[in-house]
């Protein structure tokens, strides 16, 4: 089970962490991710980790997001700042299991005024 917590309203130029807690019966985990759906959009990879601590991000969100993540808690942070209108969406956390596949938490949302 993922729990996403975190999200809010927030001035643009502002910031926000999101975290994501994975409890119950977690294995393997190999990559932790962060997506984003804004209203009338595709939802699509914001930020990836993996259990090597290797990270990517989407190019949108380059040098204002920073992922992070405990391995010893499973637990998993999303560091926005800078942020802008354009980043108002619901953030879901995603946890991928070897031999197991991909979970997907409930999503928490993000709005950013302007």
């Known amino acids: 089970q993922l729990q996403a917590s975190g999200g809010g309203l927030v001035q643009a130029g502002g910031s926000l962490r999101l975290s994501c807690a994975a409890s119950?019966?977690?294995?393997?985990?190999?990559?932790m991710g962060w997506y984003r759906q804004a209203p009338g959009k595709q939802r699509g990879l914001v930020a990836g980790?993996?259990?090597?601590?290797?990270?990517n991000y989407a190019d949108s969100v380059k040098g204002r997001f920073t992922i992070s993540r405990d391995n010893a808690k499973n637990t998993m942070y999303l560091q926005m700042n800078s942020l802008k209108s354009e980043d108002t969406a619901v953030y879901y956390c995603?946890?991928?299991?070897?031999?197991?596949?991909?979970?997907w938490g409930q999503g928490t949302l993000v709005t950013v005024s302007s």
């Open positions: 980790i993996t259990s090597g601590g290797s990270t």
């Open positions: 119950g019966s977690i294995y393997s985990i190999i990559h």
């Open positions: 995603t946890v991928t299991e070897l031999g197991i596949g991909t979970s």
